[in-house]
């Protein structure tokens, strides 16, 4: 049986509650709508509620416990001799118990108490879902049931309504909060067990990174090493070019749009410059993979320089390019909302337009439009696919920007795809990495909303 | 006198000399942005061309022409036509000997292997489901068009470069002469290529598509909108609405903003330790992914929603109230409804955001390789924009015009998107 037959069915109860429910306090009151404390709509948004509630919050505990409830039960049944292996012994067993139950093939022979166990396993989570079925449906029915009954003319059903709603709206709201403490949490922890094994001043500190390692501890020479600065270096290599690009080419236009251009060509011009910004960067990764890397390998070699095929300047100007519309978008924001006024008093003393922009507006605009930049750089910094596909994998501490570097996104998307161990120093890291970028992303935000939340507050 | 009226002179020159420099500096400045403003548009219209340029053939297909015998010796050696036995007959020995006929100086088993491999692997099962579906060809002789191989199909479509030597070449000099052959004799033709239309993703790839990336990304913005939607309205309502100053919503408030600017990868590994690791649901699968992006444009869905909650009057609000209507009957009956455009066009911007997301999905493990079209929510399968860097990844010539191809539809959903938030806008804004 399908949970979500079950979902429907419930539904399907919910609506019957509310119409059960706005029916009884209509005959209770003999259809005189105003003898009643609420609308009868809302007795049966109240019965509808206990109806459905209860039933769905039981079957989310349901589902939450039956796999492990199930697991120790089909445990039990097995042979002492596979009771008693190492623990992730005997979750490859289960795993093969879970997919025999399935019918997918495993690779080794099914054997005879395999079979046994499959069965087993799937008899009870048969059994489970029946029962699970049966439960949430009388649960519901007789939630619903007793919610009808207890229907009276004084029931202020109203007001229980709007707590629920109000209850739900609160919850939502606090899932932001939940949503950073999971991520806090979820980073954190893989980080202190990280630093457990590593410790934090070679990972901050150490100039060389290379986290291969050892599968079987006799191997040799591959014990890992993890000194962060590398990929720290090449991160802000990339993002320093990308600024590089992106910082006067978004100012120049957004001073463009806001100063000069006629009220035509801005409407025509900026949705086409926003453009940039809505293109997902797994394209600007493919861009610069495939057309802007060869162009600069290619322009190299026609002048002699030895350009790298992923060059940490191909990832920075496609990146640059990414940026532009944010550092474009925010700059023209702040350029407009310089007040007349200060225009008007420098073309009086006779300045020119260029004069004033550079001598008056631009001044006042400074920190919002610093606030911008700090914001674009901190997207530069998080920014992923671009420099997964342009930027290379081997730690290169280098200034050159003709050099492959590798970033931090880089390397914790290279850690953590493909087969992985939990436990493994090697995985770990990506998960420290990804703590000390949280970090250094969230104290830019901080600032940069700061300084423009500051400077906007001046003109009001 | 004289004097003064030099020194008159003298200061007008100077000044018109400045003069003449301050609008040089004036026209150069104007000049500067209006280059920049070139340069912005350069890209987008580079960006675009390359694309599209790489990308345009790859919705044409090369078929081939073959004389086909079906054989009853090879297909049903006894007359026998039971599904089963029809379905595991050597079809592809059908296309050999087809091929064999026509090119009967082949001999060389090297250049015999060779020259079968002109004929994609998949047109075997075309063949297979021709009999299939209609046992009563078996013993005929058809002419049967069958999908060619992807470097014969990049010779036809010319991004093969002749002038390299033979040994640099994926196409060899007795493939060029085959094909040329093939020509001479009319048959060689392209076609509209639906395969990338129907098929999910293949090795092959004159074979793969992106149906199975299309739901797949369907699936996931299917639970993104599902649960972002309600959730931010919900959360927008309340900060806007009923929330008390103090400091409590001081930190929810912060912390949206600051949820808005977390680098995309980081929501990915929040997916991976708490849904993957902690509940134990699947990888790969649209459920999680559709979770985790969820979480990601709920802020972007928050900020606008209170954006649009806020340009409600006020006298709205309380000529609700005046008539007695309960603070949650005037923002359920007449305040969100009012705002519902806005928060829809909030809700769409979010929503493109997410279908052209990689990152996070990639921690989650939607990068596998897979082949059948998702049929639920919980079956593996990969989304649009994972789909184009998996084939960004591949080292066949096809594969980058099908990646661009593949970005070319993703970008069409993408525009068509912010167009609808645009029209949305437009239709409902209103100005009270």
């Known amino acids: 049986m399908h949970t979500s037959t079950l979902i429907i069915l419930l539904l399907g109860l919910m609506s019957l509650a509310y119409y059960f429910g706005r029916k009884r306090s209509l005959t209770l009151v003999g259809g005189k709508v105003r003898d009643l404390h609420s609308l009868p709509s809302y007795y049966g948004m109240q019965t509808a509620m206990w109806c459905g509630i209860p039933a769905l919050i039981l079957l989310a505990f349901w589902l939450s416990f039956e796999e492990s409830v199930v697991t120790g039960m089909v445990v039990e049944s097995l042979p002492q001799e596979v009771q008693n292996l190492p623990p992730e012994r005997l979750d490859l067993v289960l795993n093969d118990v879970r997919n025999l139950s399935q019918g997918d093939i495993v690779s080794s022979t099914v054997d005879q108490t395999m079979q046994q166990a499959a069965d087993h396993y799937t008899s009870l989570m048969s059994i489970s879902h029946m029962a699970l079925f049966v439960v949430a449906l009388s649960v519901a029915i007789l939630a619903g049931l007793w919610a009808q009954r207890t229907i009276t003319r004084e029931q202020r059903a109203r007001n229980r309504v709007e707590k629920a709603i109000n209850f739900f709206l609160l919850s939502s709201s606090t899932l932001a909060i939940f949503t950073t403490v999971g991520i806090v949490l979820s980073v954190l922890f893989e980080s202190v067990r990280f630093f457990q094994q590593i410790p934090v001043t070679e990972f901050l500190f150490g100039l060389e990174w290379s986290p291969q390692t050892a599968i079987r501890p006799d191997q040799v020479g591959s014990s890992g090493v993890f000194g962060s600065v590398p990929l720290f270096a090449g991160t802000m290599l990339i993002t320093l070019i990308a600024m590089i690009v992106a910082v006067p080419i978004g100012l120049m236009s957004a001073i463009y749009m806001a100063e000069y251009a006629s009220k035509h060509f801005r409407t025509l011009a900026k949705p086409v410059l926003e453009v940039l910004a809505g293109i997902p960067t797994v394209v600007y990764g493919f861009f610069a993979a495939l057309t802007v890397a060869p162009f600069f390998r290619d322009l190299g070699t026609d002048i002699g320089l030895t350009v790298s095929s992923e060059s940490a300047l191909a990832a920075g100007v496609v990146m640059g390019i990414m940026i532009i519309p944010f550092v474009s978008s925010l700059s023209d924001d702040v350029i407009n909302a310089v007040p007349q006024a200060m225009r008007d008093g420098s073309y009086g003393l006779g300045a020119t337009r260029s004069e004033t922009i550079r001598n008056v507006i631009i001044p006042a605009a400074l920190p919002g439009i610093v606030g911008g930049v700090l914001l674009a750089v901190s997207r530069a910094i998080g920014e992923t696919m671009i420099v997964v596909m342009a930027a290379g994998l081997s730690a290169n501490l280098t200034a050159n920007p003709l050099e492959a570097v590798t970033t931090v996104t880089v390397q914790i998307v290279t850690l953590l795809v493909g087969d992985q161990e939990f436990d493994s120093a090697k995985t770990l890291a990506a998960f420290a990495l990804a703590l000390v970028l949280f970090v250094i992303t969230l104290a830019l935000n901080m600032i940069a909303l700061h300084i423009v939340r500051k400077y906007r507050e001046q003109y009001e | ?432």
């Open chain 2, 1 to 432: 006198m004289n004097n003064q009226q030099q020194q008159h002179k003298k200061t007008m020159d100077r000044v018109q000399k400045g003069l003449d420099r301050r609008y040089r500096q004036e026209r150069h400045f104007k000049w500067l942005g209006l280059g920049a403003i070139m340069l912005g548009l350069v890209f987008v219209s580079f960006l675009f061309i390359t694309i599209i340029s790489n990308g345009y053939t790859a919705f044409q297909q090369t078929y081939v022409k073959l004389d086909v015998f079906y054989d009853p010796e090879m297909i049903a050696p006894i007359g026998e036509t039971d599904p089963e036995l029809l379905s595991r007959a050597n079809y592809g020995g059908l296309i050999k000997a087809s091929m064999r006929q026509m090119f009967p100086d082949v001999t060389n088993r090297r250049e015999k292997k060779v020259l079968y491999g002109l004929i994609s692997s998949g047109a075997t099962y075309e063949i297979r489901d021709a009999v299939m579906n209609n046992p009563e060809l078996i013993g005929t002789k058809q002419e049967v068009w069958v999908v060619a191989d992807d470097d014969f199909d990049m010779l036809i479509k010319g991004h093969i470069d002749l002038r390299l030597p033979e040994s640099d070449r994926r196409i060899k000099d007795n493939q060029l002469a085959w094909i040329h052959d093939l020509q001479e004799q009319d048959r060689v033709e392209k076609r509209f290529n639906t395969t990338f239309f129907t098929a999910g993703d293949s090795r092959e790839p004159e074979l793969s598509g992106i149906k199975g990336a299309a739901y797949g990304s369907f699936f996931t913005l299917l639970i993104c909108l599902t649960l972002a939607f309600p959730v931010g309205v919900a959360a927008a309502v309340y900060l806007e609405e009923f929330a008390p100053k103090n400091r409590w919503t001081d930190i929810i408030e912060v912390n949206i903003n600051n949820l808005a600017a977390v680098p995309s990868i980081v929501f990915g590994l929040l997916g991976l330790a708490v849904f993957i690791n902690f509940f134990g649901l699947p990888r790969s699968v649209p459920l999680v992914g559709g979770l985790v992006l969820a979480l990601m444009t709920l802020p972007t869905i928050i900020i606008a929603s209170r954006a649009a909650l806020k340009s409600v009057p006020p006298s709205i609000r309380e000529a609700a109230l005046g008539v007695g209507a309960s603070p949650m009957q005037t923002i359920t009956h007449h305040v969100v409804p009012l705002a519902l455009p806005g928060m829809l066009t909030g809700t769409i911007i979010g929503m493109a955001q997410a279908l052209g997301e990689t990152a996070p999905l990639l921690m989650i493990g939607m990068v596998a390789f897979i082949v059948d079209v998702p049929g639920s929510v919980m079956d593996p399968s990969a989304v649009l924009p994972v789909q184009i860097y998996l084939w960004a990844d591949s080292p066949e010539r096809a594969f980058v015009e099908r990646t661009s191809a593949a970005i070319m539809i993703l970008l069409a959903f993408l525009i068509s998107m912010n167009l609808l938030a645009v029209w949305l806008r437009k239709k409902f804004e209103r100005r009270w």
